[in-house]
């Protein structure tokens, strides 16, 4: 059985610590109107393009003062309205990455079920545990949802009337697009994903005591429903919790793209797991075969998740249609660090280190790659909601850091905690004595 340690669970309690100050600071410091506004503008270069522009105010006639003097306070609306998003996106991005994550763990761990894969059997128990995270970030992750539909922020327009009565493509998608089906939608995805994960850990925990293999061909069939409940309900996530930030934009491939992101930043996940509960003692049955196998999986699916971001962002951009091409136009000019950055996270990085298959059993190798990767995907979240929730008004400031560090430590936490209540190994799986001996 493993021990959650006191310095590992201290850790965890300090970083959520940290993480709710930074929270709580970023909205303390975002700005109530838009005489705030003015004065964080003042402080930066937009400041002087507005002294610019109010003397020449004054040099105008009075009906183009008029006129211009009320663009100038619908912009400083405007950007008061990104301002006060920009706690609450940094809450978002940080909330749907760590609940991603735990999905991703859940889909793979799906899959070896159906697959019946002899090689994986031994980590069945980490990506368990992992998934563990999923009730606590679906109740979290529910209730942000719930605070978007009551207007505390501005990070779904469509949700505002205002804005929909003036919006002609917005009201045409109202049938979908409207907060309670919405909300009905999310409740049936997560309840769906919740009750799986429930289950298929009941039925596991369950087979150790049985005397046949009953409850292992319930997983198998329970995990082939899952798997077709999650293929459709993944797609329609991704177009509600993340491309409806920006309504009027929309792609074919995004269902695929999201999945990517996150499935591959489940499955590295698990080996970062692995990697450590080994170096603590732990999972003796799990050897370098199973460690490579992880690797293999993590340089895979990167190369997939860049198949997918060029296919979208190439054809977009080669038909260059003004409706589909100001989503990376707005990336590309206001979000160049982090939108090409985030490639050279997730491809680039990877395919440098885990093309050597000698690299795929070093840990140390693993351990960076894993950061990077991990943290690659963190940014390729920001990327799809930041330009949409707070335009150009962004930075990767105490909110954020706050956001991240809160959902970080939870997820060690919540993961660790129920790693030390069932046995590491599940001992009656049909496939355990070829998982134990797995070797390539």
């Known amino acids: 059985m493993y021990t959650f340690s006191s310095k590992l669970k201290t850790f965890s309690l300090i970083l959520m610590l940290i993480g709710a100050l930074g929270i709580g600071y970023g909205f303390?410091?975002?700005?109530?109107?838009?005489?705030?506004?003015?004065?964080?503008?003042?402080?930066?270069?937009?400041?002087?393009?507005?002294?610019?522009?109010?003397?020449?105010?004054?040099?105008?006639?009075?009906?183009?003062?008029?006129?211009?003097?009320?663009?100038?306070?619908?912009?400083?609306?405007?950007?008061?309205?990104?301002?006060?998003?920009?706690?609450?996106?940094?809450?978002?991005?940080?909330?749907?990455?760590?609940?991603?994550?735990s999905m991703g763990v859940l889909a793979f761990y799906a899959i070896q079920q159906v697959a019946q894969a002899g090689w994986s059997p031994v980590l069945f128990r980490v990506m368990q545990g992992i998934t563990a995270y999923l009730p606590v970030g679906s109740v979290l992750f529910f209730l942000l949802l719930i605070l978007c539909g009551l207007h505390f922020n501005h990070l779904f327009v469509w949700l505002d009337p205002e804005v929909v009565a003036e919006d002609k493509l917005i009201q045409a998608k109202s049938g979908y697009l409207n907060f309670p089906f919405w909300i009905i939608r999310a409740a049936i995805f997560l309840i769906g994903w919740n009750l799986y994960r429930y289950f298929s850990r009941k039925n596991c925990l369950a087979q150790d005591e049985a005397n046949d293999d009953s409850f292992y061909k319930k997983n198998f069939k329970m995990s082939a429903l899952f798997l077709v409940f999650f293929i459709v309900t993944e797609s329609i996530m991704s177009w509600d919790w993340i491309?409806?930030?920006?309504?009027?934009?929309?792609?074919?491939?995004?269902?695929?793209?999201?999945?990517?992101?996150?499935?591959?930043?489940?499955?590295?996940?698990?080996?970062?797991?692995?990697l450590y509960l080994k170096s603590k003692g732990y999972l003796e049955n799990v050897n370098t075969s199973h460690i490579h196998d992880l690797a293999k999986f993590m340089f895979g699916i990167s190369v997939f998740w860049t198949y997918l971001w060029f296919s979208q962002f190439m054809l977009i951009w080669y038909a260059n249609i003004p409706e589909e091409i100001t989503y990376f136009v707005t990336r590309i000019e206001l979000y160049r660090l982090p939108f090409f950055g985030a490639v050279v996270m997730n491809f680039v990085f990877p395919l440098?280190?885990?093309?050597?298959?000698?690299?795929?059993?070093?840990?140390?190798?693993?351990?960076?790659?894993?950061?990077?990767?991990?943290?690659?995907?963190?940014?390729?979240?920001?990327?799809?909601?930041?330009?949409?929730?707070?335009?150009?008004?962004?930075?990767?400031?105490?909110?954020?850091?706050?956001?991240?560090?809160?959902?970080?430590?939870?997820?060690?936490?919540?993961?660790?905690?129920?790693?030390?209540?069932?046995?590491?190994?599940?001992?009656?799986?049909?496939?355990?004595?070829?998982?134990?001996?797995?070797?390539?």
């Open 352 to 440: 440098l280190i885990l093309i050597n298959t000698d690299f795929k059993r070093i840990t140390w190798i693993l351990v960076m790659a894993g950061i990077v990767i991990l943290l690659g995907h963190y940014i390729d979240f920001f990327n799809m909601i930041m330009p949409g929730t707070v335009g150009d008004q962004w930075f990767i400031g105490v909110p954020e850091i706050g956001a991240l560090f809160f959902f970080f430590g939870l997820f060690v936490f919540v993961v660790f905690s129920a790693l030390s209540k069932a046995p590491l190994l599940p001992k009656r799986n049909p496939f355990i004595e070829e998982s134990k001996h797995f070797h390539y």
């Open 28 to 101: 303390f410091a975002a700005p109530k109107d838009i005489h705030d506004v003015e004065k964080i503008l003042a402080s930066t270069e937009h400041g002087g393009n507005h002294e610019a522009s109010t003397s020449a105010h004054h040099e105008s006639s009075a009906v183009e003062n008029k006129t211009q003097h009320a663009e100038h306070e619908a912009h400083l609306e405007h950007v008061l309205k990104q301002l006060q998003n920009k706690p609450w996106a940094a809450l978002y991005v940080s909330c749907i990455f760590f609940l991603l994550v």
């Open 243 to 274: 491309m409806s930030i920006d309504p009027h934009w929309f792609s074919t491939l995004f269902g695929w793209y999201v999945f990517a992101s996150f499935f591959v930043s489940g499955i590295t996940t698990i080996a970062m797991v692995t």
